[in-house]
């Protein structure tokens, strides 16, 4: 999906509507994996919110990029599987179509779940089906992933880690989205 789409698509809403349903009217901490050019920050401040909010992605660019457009957040270039944050520092953690580009889901979900004080948001674009399909694909500076996961496992892993995850697919012209909203288990 171009990036003007991914900017634009209805995920965002639903995604935005219920962090304001749980936050709004008071500051809350939202940690986002995966950023590129910051389109989830815009969109959480579009919506009014009192977020502090904290950005990571893998690449140096994009983080330098929201830096400069930025400034009044937090950037820092990491890997979701790999998060430099103690257990339960947000209330929010949020992953939009990131999962899919990871050669496996399994240690960045559990990484979310972590560092999440609440709530776990995660968009997929690959909305997971039968049969699971992982697809390498060579680029100019080395390779990336574009997988399709099984919804089985991958909702299950969900389940092990939340007390409640809600599902929701939103249709679009080009491409539909799946989220899922998932509220942390209390240890
Ligand atoms: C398709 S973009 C999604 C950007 C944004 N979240 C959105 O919804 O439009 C995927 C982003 O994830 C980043 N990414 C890929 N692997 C990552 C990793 N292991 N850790 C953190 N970010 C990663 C890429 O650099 C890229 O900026």
Known sequence: MSEGRRAEHPSHAVVTERIAALYSGAPFELLDCGVLSGVTYHHLLQAGLEVDYTGIDIGEAAIADCRKLHPGARWEQMSVA?????????????????LESLPYYETAVRELFRVA??????CMFQVPREPEALLRRETANGYIWLNRYAPGPFEAL?????????????PADHRRNRVYFCTKRSA
């Open 82 to 98: 790999d998060l430099a944050f103690p257990e339960g520092s947000f209330d929010v953690v949020n992953c939009r179509h990131v």
């Open 117 to 122: 004080r609440r709530t776990v948001a995660i």
């Open 158 to 170: 969900l389940h092990s880690l939340s007390e409640s995850v809600e599902i929701i697919d939103v």
